[in-house]
Structure formats: C-alpha cells, structure tokens
C-alpha cells in the first residue's frame, strides 16, 4: 500500500469533479464540486420521531458522503451502507411496533405470545415458530415471517406503514441490490448520482415507516393539493382550464365571448407545467371514467359560464388534498376492455350496463390498473389474476368475476360504498384511451 501524504489525501479526486449540474464534461473546481454533492441529499431530514440507532446510522451516511469528493470510492461505501441501513431501519421500526411482545397463530392451536428485547430475540423466536408453521399476527391479519428482510418488508406493507404500489416495486429492487451488497459476488463502483439516489430512497422509506410522507417524494409523496377549477370546451373542439378565481372575476365581454362553451365545475390538481405532478390528462375528463392521471371530482355542470359562475357564488366549494397512491379501481371487460371507473360510479350502473367480466384493481394510477387487464389475458406477460399482487406490474388484484363480485372486493378494501350517478359528461379527448367507447 502506498502511504500518501496529508496534503495528497486532501486533494480532490479528479474523477469526482467530473460530476457537474449538467452531468457529465467539464471538471468543476474542487470547492464548486464539495458544495454541489452536499446539496444532493442536504433536505433529505429524517422525521423527528426516527428511532435513535436508524438516525445515527443514517447522519454518518450523509457525513461521509461529502467526502466523496476527495476519494471517489466513497460514493460506493456510501450506496452500499445505505442499502444495509434500510434492513437496519425496518428492524428498528419493527421492535417500536411490537412493544416488547411478538404473537404467532399455531395451527390449530391457541394464540402464543413471547416477550422480546431486541431484534435477535425476534429473530431466534421466528426461526423457531417457522418450523412449526406458525404465523405472525399482524393486526387482523397472519403472515409468514421469518425475521429475514423479506419477512420484515411483508410485515410492514401488512401493518400499513408503506403505502404505495410503484414504490413497492423501488422496494423490491433495494432488496436485491441489498442482498447483493450482504452477498457480493463481484466488485462494483457507483458513481455519485447512483449513491445519492439511493440514500434519498433511503431517507423516503425511513420517513414512511415512522409515518411522514416526503414533499414532491418519488418513493411516498405528500398528498396533493387539488383547487377548485372550471374546465370549458365548445363544438369545435377547444377545451381550457382556469381557476375558479379566475370566472368569478365578472366581466360581461367574456361572458358574451364565451357563447358556445359548456362548463363542468370539478376539484383538480392545478396545472403546473414541468412538474412531475402536472396532469397531462386533464383534457381527457370524464364523470364515468377515470381518464385523468390524478383524482378529479365533479362538481357541477354542465352549464353557461353565468350559471358556473352563479353557482361557485353560492356554494362556496374549497380546494382539499388528496393521496393518490393505493387507489381502488373497476374495469369492466365487456368485449373490449374500457377504462377504469370509482367504485362508487361502478355501484351506480344500472343492470343493462354491468355485463361482462370486472375487475376489482388497486393502483397508484388508471393507466396501471386499465394496462393490468388489459394484458392479463396474454399469459406470457403473466399478469396475476388471482387476488394478491401481480409479479408483472404495480397492480394488486383484489377480485375477478361478475359486477356484483367485483364490488363486493372493492368494498371489502373500502369500506362502505355510496352509489354516485352524475350526467355522462366527456370532454374532448386524445388518444391516450385507444379503446375508449
């Protein structure tokens, strides 16, 4: 080993100056360099109620971190820790929820409970009880588990502390780069990009199972804003929206302008151009189906921009927030497959319209839900079609059969439906639903 001196270990690493805002060129200088990897994971905070052992390991991932710019290989200890960190993180949440006392379901036998002081007693228990084929009770529910990682990710999604059904797939692949990091086989290097994503993906995953969604998160958003707007459109083709604000603001040459539009009043994610929440869709509404990306409600409508406005004067909506992951979904395969409704829509129908085969789905988006039924039919994708998570794509099946089934599974996830019947309403729309009726 060659021994440097103090002056050669405080020198940038060239090839971590090669990383610049831009990706990949010029160098930058070695301060610029410092100071632009430290702000790529300086706002990843941990939530106040984190358990002690999962913040400090965390901290010193982020401490280290900014030495990456004097040692390249940093990046790679600092990526690879990170993924143990996650186990390390479940344990720790894992042993906060079971408050000292773990209980398994025997087969045909009485409930056990076993007291417990950290997570090796856990483990040990689990190995045990597996032999016998026990299962952990978690709330209403018993799952197999085994103490390993994959044990403790089932017990968490059971529990409800990860929400989401994109994230689960992230999830699933921090499990295996994971177990590849426990059980190399090879030498790997990752570059500074790969090691700050992963230690962001950490801090969201840390954050959720204490309860804190993370603010424009890619793991486990926030809940979004959604505004009271008014969406417009005439015989030609043209549709608009603007801010209820906006039609309340009275101006007589506009309501006269305005003749030939036809106005639906709904609660909407607001247009924000370039953001990764804007709706692409939202020219696509329609009160049947769920044709926009994000949940948009109707109101009211349709009607004159006077009666709109008349009507906001009077009742007064107000925005809200909303969470768009986990959503619950009813496709209806009915010669063709047509895009998913609200279970509250779905309860609705009259007989003459609920024919065919339904699908109850849970997903994050509409597309994820319509794509799952759509390709279930084609086994070599090898979509599930059995309750339970598909293994080839974000979806959950909850049911498949006929309408009255596949409500039942959808209110077995939700609870209490009540029946919505607004007007058909359905704005002018693009291609993006090929086998829209």
């Not at 408050?99 to 045990?128: C, E, M, N, W």
Request: glycine share 8%; hydrophobic share 40%; charged share 25%.
């Amino acid at each position: 080993m060659e021994i440097r001196t103090l002056e050669e270990l405080r020198a940038a690493d060239d090839l971590a100056l090669a990383f610049n805002p831009y990706g990949l060129g010029g160098r930058m200088r070695p301060e610029d360099a410092a100071e632009f990897q430290q702000r790529q994971i300086a706002d990843c905070d941990l939530a106040e109620s984190v358990a002690a052992g999962t913040r400090d390991s965390f901290e010193r991932l982020r401490t280290i971190f900014a030495y990456g710019v004097l040692c390249y290989d940093v990046y790679t200890m600092v990526g690879d820790q990170a993924l143990l960190t996650y186990e390390q993180a479940l344990r720790d949440r894992f042993m906060e929820w079971c408050a000292g006392t773990i209980t398994f379901r025997l087969p045909q036998a009485q409930d056990v409970s076993y007291t417990v002081t950290s997570y090796d007693d856990v483990k040990k228990r689990a190995d045990r009880m597996l032999r016998q084929r026990a299962k952990l009770i978690v709330d209403t529910r018993a799952i197999d588990f085994n103490g390993t990682l994959h044990g403790l990710r089932l017990w968490a999604r059971t529990a409800g502390l990860l929400r989401g059904r994109r994230s689960r797939a992230v999830e699933d692949a921090l499990a295996k780069l994971r177990n590849y990091v426990a059980h190399p086989s090879g030498h790997h290097v990752d570059t500074p990009v790969e090691a700050a994503r992963t230690v962001r993906d950490l801090a969201e995953v840390i954050n959720q199972l204490w309860g804190q969604a993370t603010p424009d998160g890619r793991l486990y958003p926030a809940a979004l804003c959604r505004e009271i707007a008014v969406l417009s459109w005439n015989t030609t083709g043209r549709v608009r929206m603007e801010s209820a604000g906006v039609l309340a603001a009275h101006d007589p040459m506009e309501d006269q302008e305005d003749d030939g539009y036809q106005h639906v009043v709904v609660r909407a994610i607001p247009l924000i151009p370039g953001s990764r929440w804007d709706d692409a869709h939202w020219a696509e509404f329609d009160t049947r189906y769920e044709t926009t990306r994000f949940p948009t409600d109707y109101l009211w409508g349709p009607g004159t921009r006077v009666e709109a406005r008349t009507w906001l004067e009077h009742e007064r909506p107000e925005g809200d927030t909303v969470d768009f992951t986990d959503r619950v979904f009813l496709v209806q395969n009915h010669g063709r497959v047509l895009p998913p409704m609200r279970p509250a829509i779905a309860a609705g129908l009259t007989e003459d319209e609920c024919g065919g085969v339904w699908h109850a789905v849970r997903a994050d988006f509409p597309d994820d839900a319509f794509a799952h039924v759509r390709d279930s039919g084609d086994r070599s994708i090898g979509h599930a079609l059995r309750p339970g998570d598909c293994p080839a794509c974000s979806a959950e099946v909850l049911g498949v059969g006929s309408h009255a089934e596949a409500l039942r599974a959808a209110t077995a996830a939700l609870g209490p439906i009540q029946a919505l019947q607004p007007p058909l309403i359905r704005l002018p729309w693009s291609t993006f639903w090929p086998d829209r009726p």
